[in-house]
């Protein structure tokens, strides 16, 4: 059945904070891919409205039916005389809309998203525009076309339906760095991190207003950067481990300028703390331990099992509810609907 949008972010901002917390408790115990595979979970969530009755939803919760309320806003308050209005949650700002058969909130949501978009296009035709100007082609073994680029601040892969790897000029004089940041955007390729990119936009742009939704993005292409490390360090080869990890400080210190902000490119920029972390799981590896994974699979399956799921159909429930939220403050009488 399709969800309500209350359910869909209710549902999502549990599995969003769920996989955070998994995300500190096995760090360093499952292959950083594996980790990074997860937010496939969350990207599944937001964008697919859709999800199966079921006891074991985290929508059958009396929290979660609270928020729900809240989010709806179907509080309904009973006047003298037996007029039943919208109560506070379904007026405020959005009363006079209301009134003419309108909701305010749709419109600022599609607002939002029409904005995010807008700047999201702007920001990659842009970066496209400058990397056409300034690209010259390079003779490179590998799978992609490899171009490079005078004053580009980081090495990336660049594209959707044609996508090619960028490298400073700077770095092109170093054929051991080179080497490494070759076999690092390609590593990029192989696991369709272009393509993800673009579903971190998409999930952005559609919960512009949802703080978790935004973590969640950065987490997992800190996490995209970590996986890609990993898939580097076995192509290249345990020999190279440490001088892979000075390619990485090395091109994060050469770094000019900001990194554009909503660029679908994957770069391999880093904040101090994030370089530091890598650099360490970079030099000691990580290995996926027995008992973490299956510990994994048993997670993920609860999660699934509660977040990818609604509530259950139940009328006394709905009855009970209706009963339970009945208030009289001496005026008039509020009470919320079950949906």
Request: glycine content about 8%.
């Given at each position: ?257 900001p990194v554009y902000p909503g660029c679908t490119a994957t770069t391999m920029s880093a904040g101090r703390n994030s370089l530091q972390r890598r650099i360490a799981l ?58």
């Amino acid at each position: 059945m399709i969800a309500s949008v209350s359910e869909l972010l209710v549902t999502s901002s549990v599995l969003i904070l769920a996989l955070l917390v998994l995300r500190q408790l096995l760090r360093g115990r499952i292959s950083r891919r594996l980790q990074y595979s997860l937010w496939g979970l969350a990207a599944l969530r937001l964008l697919l409205p859709f999800s199966l009755p079921a006891g074991s939803s985290v929508m059958n919760l009396p929290s979660a039916r609270r928020v729900e309320a809240v989010i709806t806003g179907q509080t309904v308050r009973v006047q003298a005389g037996g007029t039943a209005v919208p109560g506070p949650a379904a007026a405020g700002t959005g009363a006079a809309a209301a009134s003419e058969g309108v909701s305010v909130l749709p419109v600022l949501w599609l607002a939002g998203v029409l904005a995010a978009a807008v700047w999201f296009l702007f920001v990659n035709l842009r970066f496209a525009r400058q990397l056409r100007a300034a690209r010259r082609p390079m003779a490179a073994d590998g799978s992609l076309p490899v171009y490079r680029v005078s004053g580009l601040s980081s090495p990336c892969l660049f594209g959707l339906l044609r996508p090619a790897v960028y490298v400073p000029t700077e770095v092109t004089g170093d054929p051991a760095m080179l080497r490494h940041i070759l076999v690092h955007e390609e590593s990029h390729w192989r696991q369709r991190d272009h393509i993800w990119a673009l579903v971190r936009a998409v999930c952005l742009c559609l919960y512009w207003f949802d703080p978790l939704v935004w973590a969640a993005a950065a987490a997992s292409r800190e996490d995209c950067e970590r996986a890609c490390d990993e898939r580097a360090v076995r192509v290249l080869g345990e020999p190279e481990r440490i001088a892979y990890g000075h390619t990485l400080v090395a091109v994060v210190r050469r770094m000019r300028g900001p990194v554009y902000p909503g660029c679908t490119a994957t770069t391999m920029s880093a904040g101090r703390n994030s370089l530091q972390r890598r650099i360490a799981l970079i030099v000691s590896g990580t290995r996926t331990r027995i008992w973490a994974a299956a510990a994994l699979a048993v997670c993920a399956a609860v999660l699934i099992g509660c977040t990818f799921t609604g509530r259950k159909a139940d009328p006394q429930q709905a009855l009970d509810e209706l009963e339970n939220s009945i208030a009289f403050d001496g005026t008039a009488i509020t009470f919320t609907l079950p949906e």
